[in-house]
């Protein structure tokens, strides 16, 4: 099992749906939780952190917590074509190195 | 404040010949991350270093693969005699503390491609 999975994708939405982003880690202990958007050819950028159960809210982004089933989500409202990316989970394992681990990422397409 | 410094921004190399790529971070920033994405694939952590220490380089290949963060100026990622499946992307990011309530910014990226 990887530490850290998100589905490949191409998820695929059209214009003004919510997308929805699922990631699951295997580390039960873990604390920090980070979503990172990738554009084709780009680097990564923060979009949000999360530490704790329950839902945080920026903008049209909310990701969701949950470590009792060890899963972290993004969901982006009203999507538009500019939020095609990649989204990429990160995870602060809970070893001594805490090492961020990270997903393959997900690919997501906002059709207009 | 100038984010994440990476250069060269691309490369070319011929097979056999060094490649050296440099990381300046944010200011404040103490922590350096390198990472490789090979194209349509995921981040690969390769190393992770404060200055003047190597904290984890789990990630780099035994060979021919070093890294280093001195006391004064950037981090430089050395890649000695290259072979056409170095050809990638390479990420540095950096944090102010260590991995946890400490972001990473990434830079640009480095593109090295080996001929």
Same mark, same amino acid.
């Given at each position: 099992q990887k530490e850290v999975e998100q589905n490949s994708g191409p998820l695929s939405v059209p214009e003004g749906a919510i997308a929805s982003l699922n990631c699951t880690y @295997? /580390?039960?202990? @873990? !604390?920090s939780f980070f979503w990172y958007r990738q554009y084709s050819g780009k680097s990564p950028e923060l979009i949000m952190s999360i530490y704790s159960n329950g839902d945080k809210e920026d903008g049209r982004f909310t990701a969701q917590l949950n470590k009792a089933s060890q899963y972290v989500s993004l969901l982006i409202r /009203? @999507? !538009?074509? @500019? /939020?095609s990316a990649t989204y990429l989970c990160a995870v602060i394992n809970a070893g001594n190195n805490r090492k961020l681990i990270w997903g393959l990422g997900t690919s997501l397409a906002v059709n207009p | 404040n100038a984010g994440v410094m990476q250069n060269p921004r691309h490369l070319v190399r011929r097979r056999g010949q060094e490649a050296r790529l440099r990381c300046s971070p944010m200011k404040g920033h103490s922590h350096v991350y390198w990472y490789r994405q090979l194209p349509e694939e995921g981040l690969k952590f390769m190393v992770y270093l404060q200055k003047e220490n190597i904290i984890d380089e789990s990630g780099m290949p035994k060979e021919r693969f070093s890294a280093e963060f001195p006391k004064e100026g950037p981090s430089i990622l050395r890649i000695q005699q290259v072979v056409r499946g170095d050809s990638a992307a390479y990420f540095c990011a950096s944090s102010r503390g260590a991995p946890g309530a400490n972001v990473l910014t990434f830079g640009a990226g480095s593109r090295l491609t080996v001929l």
């Open positions: @295997s /580390d039960r202990v @873990s !604390q /009203d @999507s !538009q074509p @500019s /939020d | -």
